[in-house]
């Protein structure tokens, strides 16, 4: 059984910043895509920034220049670094994690408010 741990939510002004983290912990044989998405109330799912093993992002045009995902292998984490932040990040933000090339796990969500 796999298990993500998040930390790092809170509450910020706008153009400020928040460091988000992940760490898995369980048995499994190689990490691959880790991820954050985001989920604001009446809205889907979406996903933020994404890195693979090798260490090659992906992120939403939304974020792109204010956030900054980076991961440890060694450790198993991966955090996101996230600048400029503006009252529309607001969401709960959720750690994914694919594992042994085919499963996955999601975080259980930390909360980031945006507001003055």
């Known amino acids: 059984q796999v298990q993500l741990v998040e930390s790092g939510g809170g509450l910020v002004q706008p153009g400020g910043s928040l460091r988000l983290s992940c760490a898995a912990s369980?048995?499994?044989?190689?990490?691959?895509?880790m991820g954050w998405y985001r989920q604001a109330p009446g809205k889907q799912r979406e996903l933020v920034a994404a890195?693979?093993?090798?260490?090659?992002?992906t992120y939403a045009d939304s974020v792109k220049g204010r956030f900054t995902i980076s991961r440890d292998n060694a450790k198993n984490t991966v955090n996101l670094q996230m600048n400029s932040l503006k009252p529309e990040d607001t969401a709960v933000y959720y750690c994914?994690?694919?594992?042994?090339?085919?499963?996955?796990?999601w975080g259980q969500g930390t909360q980031v408010t945006v507001s003055s």
């Open positions: 890195i693979t093993a090798g260490g090659r992002p």
């Open positions: 369980g048995r499994f044989f190689t990490m691959n895509v």
């Open positions: 994914k994690a694919v594992y042994n090339g085919r499963d996955d796990v």
